[in-house]
């Protein structure tokens, strides 16, 4: 069986975005960082919802 994840996001206003650039969905990248409570609050959910449902290939750093 085969778990296919995908995410579509509207980057065609952001002039330096090329293939191949790092994506972050959740973490630091430089200075700017995107916690899980940024879902939570969209979604109307709990912090820990929002980690117990990412598919288990997504890769986890612990800091």
């Known amino acids: 069986m085969?778990?296919?994840?995908?995410i579509i996001a509207n980057?065609?206003?952001?002039?330096?975005?090329?293939v191949d650039?790092?994506?972050v969905i959740i973490g630091?990248?430089?200075k700017r960082e995107i916690k899980v409570s940024a879902f939570s609050d969209i979604s109307n959910s709990l912090n820990y919802e929002i980690l117990?449902?990412?598919p288990v290939n997504v890769e986890r750093v612990v800091i």
Request: net charge negative.
């Open 21 to 23: 650039d790092d994506v």
């Open 2 to 6: 085969v778990n296919m994840n995908m």
């Open 52 to 54: 117990t449902h990412l």
């Open 11 to 18: 980057v065609s206003e952001l002039p330096d975005v090329k």
């Open 28 to 30: 630091m990248q430089g």
